[in-house]
């Protein structure tokens, strides 16, 4: 079956730094759009950043825009999500998805919506806390 590999999740102190990581163990992620979500108990999941194939495009939502990067390294096959500034609020789990090229190159919520979104991996905690 196909999914994706989170790491990197934890413990992070208010204004520190952490980075995800998202590698596909059995395919390449160079022709598909990346997308990184965050859920918190009682809410639905939220995305948060995405990156279109080649990296024509990126989107981050305002909640993040300016404190998290997203970006791929095609010979390690791993995307990743870098975040500085870290705040209580982004606490949550942290799941990273793919969808293929052919769903669009222009990754955004509006265009592409998180059901068709195909492989994802199983989600890692990051707790923002002194």
């Known amino acids: 079956q196909l999914t994706l590999v989170e790491s990197g999740g934890g413990l992070v102190q208010p204004g520190g730094s952490l980075r995800l990581s998202c590698t596909a163990p059995a395919f390449s992620l160079n022709d598909y759009t990346i997308g990184w979500f965050r859920q918190v108990p009682g809410k639905e999941r939220e995305e948060i950043s995405c990156?279109?194939?080649?990296?024509?495009?990126?989107y981050y939502s305002d909640s993040v825009k300016g404190r998290f990067t997203i970006f791929r390294n095609n010979a390690e096959n791993t995307a990743y999500l870098q975040m500085i500034g870290a705040k209580p609020e982004d606490t949550g789990v942290y799941y990273c998805?793919?969808?293929?090229?052919?769903?669009?190159?222009?990754?955004?919520?509006?265009?592409?919506?998180?059901?068709?979104?195909?492989?994802w991996g199983q989600g890692v905690q990051v707790t923002v806390s002194s």
């Open positions: 998805a793919a969808v293929p090229r052919s769903a669009g190159i222009i990754c955004h919520p509006t265009i592409i919506k998180i059901d068709e979104y195909e492989y």
């Open positions: 990156i279109a194939p080649n990296d024509h495009y990126s």
